[in-house]
C-alpha cells in the first residue's frame, strides 16, 4: 500500500477501522475475551477471536471464508440492521454467547451458525428458515431464538426448527426493532431471554399507520421502487408492544402481553432481564420530556412505575443506563449541570465529570465511561460509597468492557495511530489484544484550543512541511492559508477528539494546502445538559453562531486563516450545517460542500426531530426557521450537494427539493447523485472519489479571495 494514494487507502481500509479488534466480550469467569477482527488493513471480512487471558494468546473461532465459500445476499434485515448501526464491514459482524460464554451462535449469508468456545471448537449449522436475522443463544446454550423475515423462531440442535411468533398481517413483525428505535434510540434488538431460559420477551411491532414512502433507483427505471415505513415529524410512528412467550419445547405453552399505558408511553427504549431480577422496561413519552422504568410480572404481564424521571426539554437516552447494581438502580441524571450516576437520591459522581455510559460490574463497584473535557474520554470505576477512581491516564478516548473481573479497555489517542486494546485484571495489565490495522501514511499537525466566550473546544490542522505539496508549500509560505470548516456540529457527536484517526481526513485536506477548522458547539455532548439543550427549538441558529465565533476567534491569533477564503464541508447534520452556513452568512462563507443534508426537518424522523424541534404541529416556527428550501434564493456563493439515492435515513428528497427551490430562485448549484449509494458510502471507488472530487471543488471555489 505504500504507493497507494490517501483516498484510495481511506476508502479501501473504510477510514482505516478494518482489521481493529473491536466488540469485546470478557467470559463471565473473566478467562477469555470474544472480540471481532478482520485479518488484516483491507481485509472487509470480520472475523470471531477469542483471547485466553492467562497466557494472552488469540485463536480465530470462526472464519467467514471456511464457513460459507459464498455467504450471498444479505437478508434485507440484516442489510437495514447494518445500515442502521453504520457497518461498513463484512463477514461476521455480529455474534451472542450463552450464560456462560462456552458456546457462540452468529448469523452469515442468513445462515446460523453455533460454535463451541471451550471443548474442541466444533461448529455446527442448523437448518433453519431462510434469512436468518439477530440469532440469540438460550441461557443454557442449547437452544437459539432468531428472527426470520417477520416472525421468530426457535431451534436447536437436533430440534426442529419452530415457529414462536408471527402474523399474518403483513405490516406486523416479531422480535425485531422498528425503525427509530434501530436508528435514534440505540435498541437494535427485539427480543430477551429470561435468565431460566423459559420464557422470552419480544417485541410486537405494528406498522401499518406508518406512512409509507418510496426509494427508487432512477439508474435501473426497470427495479421497483423499495417501499418503506418512514415516521417522519409530526406523523404516526410504529406501535409497539412486548409480549412473554414461554417455552415449553412446542414453543406455545402461553402468551402474556405485557401491559402499560402505551398511549402515555408510546416509546420502547430498552428491556432488561438481568439475572435475579424480574424484568423491567424503559419507556418514554412522545415528546420525550418524561421517562419511566417499568417493572413488569412475569406472571401476569401487569406493570408498575418503578422509577420516573423528567426534564422540561427533553430526557436523554444513555447507552447502559437505568441497571440493576446489585438490588439497587442505577440511573444517569442531569443534575447541577452534569451528567451523574445516581442511586436512589444519591449522585455518586462528581459534578465535574459529565458520564457517558455505563459499562457494568467490577467486583462490588460499576465501570462508566465519563468526560472531565469533552475532548476527551475516560474509563471509571465508581463504588457504591460514591469513591471514583480514573482507570485511563492518556489523553484520549477511552472505552470499556467488562465482566468476571476482567476489563477490556479500548483507546484511541492522539499520540498513536488507531486503537489498542488492553486486558485488565486486579489493576494491572495481563494481555494486549493485536490489531492488524493499516496506519494512516500521516500524522495530525493539529493544534487545540479552547476559545470565545462560550468556551468553545477547536481543532486546527495546517499542512504538514514534510507532506504537503509544491503548490501548496509555496502558497503556504508567501501567504494565509484558505481555511476549510470541517464540523459535525449536531446532537450526539463529537469531532474535535483528541484521537489521531479522527482527524486523518482532515490532515489530508489540509496538506493539499487548507488550514482546517474543526468546532464542537452547543448541542454536541459532554459539556452538560445545559449546553446539550441550548439548541431545543432551533438547529440552526446556535450551531451556525458557534462555527463563526470560533472562526473569528481563531483568525484573530492565528494569520494563516485567510478570512477571504474560507469553505465548509460536512455529512449529515454536517451537511445541514454546511448548507445553512453558506446560504445565511455569505459574508463569511465562500463556498460549501453539503452531504446527504437534512434540508427540511418535516422529513425527518419523529424521535429525533421532536426532541429538539417539538412536534410540528405545536410548534412550526421551529420548523419555519430551521428549513433551508425557504433560504433558497439566499444563495450566492457556490454550493454542491451531494446525496445517496439509495438513503433511506436522510431521504434523497432533502437535496432534490432544495435543488428544485435553487434552481426556481435562478440560484446556481451543482448536485451529486449517487446512485446506489445510502447514507454510508463504503463502496471503494465512491468513498475514494468523493473526496478528490471535494478537493477539486474547493480549489476551484477559493482560487482567489472573494
Known amino acids: 500500500m505504500g504507493d497507494t494514494s490517501f483516498p484510495r487507502l481511506t476508502a479501501r481500509t473504510r477510514r482505516f477501522t478494518l482489521g481493529e479488534p473491536r466488540t469485546f466480550s470478557p467470559s463471565p469467569d473473566g478467562r477469555r475475551v470474544l472480540f471481532l477482527r478482520s485479518g488484516h488493513g483491507t481485509d472487509p471480512d470480520t472475523c470471531l477471536w477469542q483471547l485466553d487471558v492467562d497466557s494472552g494468546i488469540e485463536h480465530v473461532v470462526a472464519d467467514p471464508a471456511e464457513v460459507l465459500a459464498d455467504p450471498g445476499d444479505l437478508p434485507p434485515e440484516e442489510a437495514r440492521r447494518r445500515e442502521r448501526a453504520r457497518e461498513s464491514a463484512a463477514g461476521i459482524v455480529g455474534y451472542a454467547t450463552d450464560a456462560d460464554a462456552t458456546v457462540a451462535t452468529f448469523a452469515l449469508g442468513g445462515q446460523l451458525f453455533l460454535t463451541d468456545l471451550v471443548g474442541d471448537g466444533a461448529m455446527t449449522g442448523l437448518e433453519t428458515e431462510p434469512g436468518v436475522f439477530d440469532p440469540r443463544l438460550g441461557p443454557d446454550g442449547h437452544r437459539v431464538a432468531y428472527v426470520a423475515g417477520p416472525t421468530l423462531r426457535l431451534v436447536g440442535p437436533g430440534e426442529p426448527d419452530m415457529l414462536l411468533a408471527g402474523d399474518t398481517d403483513p405490516d406486523v413483525s416479531w422480535g425485531s426493532a422498528e425503525f427509530v428505535a434501530a436508528e435514534e434510540m440505540g435498541r437494535s434488538r427485539g427480543f430477551w431471554w429470561s435468565p431460566d431460559g423459559a420464557t422470552l420477551a419480544v417485541a410486537r411491532v405494528d406498522v401499518s399507520a406508518v406512512p409509507t414512502w418510496h426509494i427508487g433507483d432512477p439508474a435501473n427505471p426497470g427495479r ?42 408510546p416509546y420502547l427504549a430498552s428491556v432488561d432481564w438481568s ?39 427533553w430526557v436523554e437516552l444513555v447507552s447502559g443506563a437505568p441497571r440493576w447494581w446489585g438490588d439497587d438502580l442505577a440511573c444517569l441524571v442531569d443534575r447541577d449541570g452534569a451528567r451523574r450516576l445516581v442511586v436512589g437520591e444519591r449522585a455518586l459522581t462528581p459534578v465535574d465529570l459529565q458520564v457517558r455510559s455505563v459499562v457494568g460490574p467490577l467486583g462490588d463497584d460499576l465501570v462508566v465511561t465519563a468526560s472531565p473535557d469533552p475532548t476527551e474520554t475516560h474509563v471509571y470505576r465508581v463504588s457504591p460509597d460514591g469513591h471514583v477512581q480514573q482507570l485511563t491516564e492518556e489523553a484520549g478516548v477511552h472505552g470499556a468492557a467488562t465482566a468476571g473481573g476482567t476489563t477490556v479497555i479500548a483507546s484511541t489517542s492522539m499520540a498513536w495511530p488507531g486503537v489498542r486494546a488492553t486486558v485488565w485484571r486486579d489493576g494491572a495489565q495481563v494481555a494486549e489484544i493485536a490489531s492488524h490495522a493499516a496506519r494512516p501514511p500521516l500524522t495530525p499537525n493539529a493544534t487545540f484550543s479552547v476559545v470565545g466566550d462560550r468556551s468553545l473546544r477547536t481543532v486546527v490542522l495546517v499542512p504538514n512541511p514534510s507532506d504537503r505539496a509544491t503548490d501548496a508549500a509555496t502558497a503556504t509560505d508567501v501567504g494565509p492559508l484558505p481555511v476549510l470548516l ?16 479522527a482527524q486523518v481526513a482532515s490532515q489530508w485536506l489540509a496538506d493539499q494546502g487548507f488550514a482546517v477548522v474543526v468546532t464542537d458547539g452547543r448541542g454536541t455532548p459532554a459539556r452538560g445538559p445545559e449546553w446539550e439543550r441550548a439548541v431545543w427549538g432551533d438547529l440552526a441558529r446556535p450551531v451556525l453562531d458557534d462555527q463563526v465565533d470560533a472562526l473569528h476567534a481563531l483568525a484573530a491569533k492565528d494569520e494563516r486563516l485567510d478570512l477571504g477564503r474560507v469553505a465548509i464541508r460536512g455529512w449529515s447534520f454536517g451537511g445541514y450545517l454546511a448548507a445553512l452556513a453558506v446560504l445565511r452568512r455569505p459574508d463569511v462563507f465562500h ?13 425527518y424522523d419523529t424521535h429525533y426531530t421532536e426532541r429538539y424541534l417539538g412536534h410540528p404541529d405545536d410548534v412550526p416556527e421551529h420548523y419555519a426557521t430551521t428549513n433551508l428550501l425557504a433560504d433558497a434564493h439566499l444563495l450566492r456563493r457556490p454550493l454542491l450537494l451531494i446525496h445517496g439515492l439509495a438513503d433511506d435515513n436522510v431521504v434523497a428528497a432533502h437535496t432534490l427539493q432544495l435543488s428544485s427551490a435553487l434552481l426556481a430562485a435562478g440560484r446556481p448549484h451543482q448536485v451529486l447523485p449517487l446512485s446506489g449509494v445510502t447514507h454510508m458510502t463504503p463502496q471503494e471507488v465512491v468513498a475514494e472519489n468523493l473526496l478528490l472530487l471535494q478537493l477539486a471543488f474547493l480549489r476551484d471555489a477559493l482560487a482567489s479571495p472573494a
Do not use: K
Not at 421502487?225 to 402461553?254: C, F, K, M, Q
Open 486 to 501: 470541517d464540523p459535525y456540529g449536531g446532537p450526539h457527536a463529537l469531532r474535535v477528539v483528541r484521537s489521531s484517526n
Open 591 to 603: 463556498a460549501a460542500i453539503a452531504g446527504a443534508p437534512v434540508t427540511d426537518w418535516r422529513l
Open 224 to 265: 421497483h421502487p423499495v417501499a418503506i415505513r418512514y415516521p417522519a415529524a409530526g406523523t404516526t410512528n410504529a406501535e409497539v408492544g412486548l409480549h412473554l412467550i414461554d417455552l415449553d419445547g412446542s414453543g406455545d405453552s402461553g402468551v402474556r402481553e405485557v401491559r402499560w399505558d402505551q398511549a402515555a408511553w
Open 275 to 313: 439475572t435475579g431480577h424480574d424484568p423491567f422496561l424503559v419507556v418514554q413519552s412522545r415528546d420525550q420530556r418524561r421517562l419511566a422504568v417499568l417493572d413488569v410480572d412475569v406472571a401476569t404481564g401487569a406493570t408498575s412505575v418503578r422509577w420516573r424521571h423528567q426534564d422540561p426539554h
